[in-house]
């Protein structure tokens, strides 16, 4: 590929003083938690020395995992966290500063525009998303292997860091909505290289001196992931032609997904016996900065690009993925007049919403909740071995050929159909654990109902944004992704405690699979009855 094959809006996103801005804030950030780097290189070396070492050198550690004597508050750490405000403070104002913040006179529905087939370039901008997805998606995952170093470091018990996974999920539902009305706002490019560069900023987090501060830095990391998603399936909906972009975003969704795991688990595996649990935390610095790099292979959405009267550039952006805008067919464009925000959102959509809602959830509830405290609810049960943790070990590699049959369905039955489909698939997994938990012996009906649920709920996740990125018109598309990316994170916050009290009615596990295989059914229902149909918008 050449530059002339780069979209215009690729290779000038910004003005000049804008675009020189953001390079500059880009640099103070990297260079901020550069210089924090050393404060962690010298935890890391004295977690290395053996206890005896460590008390023939008269060091010993304090009560913050450190070496006695020693702070990681130093010279290095201050001016690298003053570096990384100045950072995104520039950047801010270097993004932002000539952004459209209202809606212009653009005109031209979707439907005016007439769709090529897939071209070489949309292969290479799908690469690009698939790692915004996976950077995305490893970073709540990794939130599991950080948490018993950083509780043996910081010397604090179970209950005062499990408090981390519920302030890092706050944070992805908070970004998701935040980032998705900043795309609709000033352009899902824009917004997704702010958070991007949030994201790089974060990873200071494997630097802070203290669990407080983590919890603070992890909040905000929690945020910047957040927003990635939902303007990653915001931009594969708008770039890809109606024909094919359902079964393209689910596809990416899927690959992203697995490919999020993995990096998270590997990075666990190789590198955190090393480096301690902080090195996960730094990975972000050169993951981030791969993903700004490669942010000129990313172009605006034409359809944003119309929306706010930038024709020209919608023009140069469509004629390189091999389309074109032809008459509207209507005189009102389906999306005139529409101003982005989450009032509007569920003011003129209240229903299809609502489901989204209840559907992400519901499925935040069973994933974050139910799946996560099965395994230590099936070791306290006494009554089964190895096979069902056998079958959560292994459900990544349960997702690959489950992500075959999603994109096919969603291909040929629309979304709509394909995720009642998958939520009730869910319900019958849950139901066929409430009867094992309720007679106990068979253990190969426990090993089916697990691998139902683990399939099934990969499904709904490789589904929930592509769907709810197609349903909405261009004014409220990234509003409405994000709506769906913090349903699922709010199910996340509520899942372990409401599993938490419904184990105290019964003490095992058959009262949560009966009430969340219910509430999966109906919300099936409610989406089979008042789901909007996958390329139609509502």
Known sequence: MTVTDVPQRARRPLPTAGRWLFIAGVACVTAGVVLQIPDVAMVIDAHRMPDDMDMQNGMGMDDMGMPAGMSMWTTSMVAGMLLEVVGLVAAVFGLFRDAPR????????????????????????????????????????????????????????????????????????????????????????????????????????????????????????????????????????????????????????????????????????????????????????????????????????????????????????????????????????????QRPGALALIRQYPTATAVIGIVGIVWGLVNFGFLVMLPSQLHNSGMVGGAASGVLARSALYSAPALIVVVLLYMYWHGRRSLALFIAATAVGLGGIALWSARGTNGALLVFSVGMLVLALSGINAMLLPYSAEIYPTALRATGSGFAAAATKVGGVLGPSAMLLMLKLDGGLRVPAFVLGALGLASAALMLKWGARANQPV
């Open 102 to 337: 209202q809606v212009g006179a653009g005109g031209v529905a979707p439907e005016a525009i007439e769709h090529g087939e897939l071209r070489p370039i949309h292969a290479v901008t799908y690469l690009v998303l698939t790692v915004a997805l996976v950077v995305d998606i490893m970073k709540p995952l990794t939130i599991g292997f950080v948490l018993p170093g950083m509780r043996e470091e910081y010397g604090v018990s179970e209950a005062v860091v499990s408090v981390l996974p519920l302030v890092a999920l706050t944070g992805t539902a908070i970004g998701s909505i935040v980032w998705g009305l900043l795309g609709d706002r000033f352009g899902r490019r824009t917004a997704l290289l702010l958070a991007t560069l949030l994201f790089v900023a974060t990873s200071a987090c494997g630097a802070m001196p203290t669990f407080s501060w983590n919890l603070v830095m992890c909040f905000l990391m929690g945020c910047s992931a957040g927003g990635l998603l939902p303007l990653v399936f915001t931009l594969v909906a708008e770039l890809t032609p109606r024909r094919h972009r359902g079964w393209v975003a689910v596809a990416l969704g899927g690959v992203g997904g697995l490919g999020g795991y993995l990096a998270a688990s590997g990075a666990a595996f190789y590198l955190e016996p090393g480096y301690t649990w902080r090195i996960l935390w730094l990975i972000g610095l050169p993951t981030g900065l791969l993903l700004l790099a490669l942010s000129p292979l990313i172009p605006e959405s034409p359809l944003f690009l119309l929306r706010i009267g930038r024709r020209e550039q919608a023009e140069a952006v469509l004629r390189r993925y091999g389309s074109h805008l032809r008459e509207p067919q209507e005189p009102v464009p389906a999306d005139s007049g």
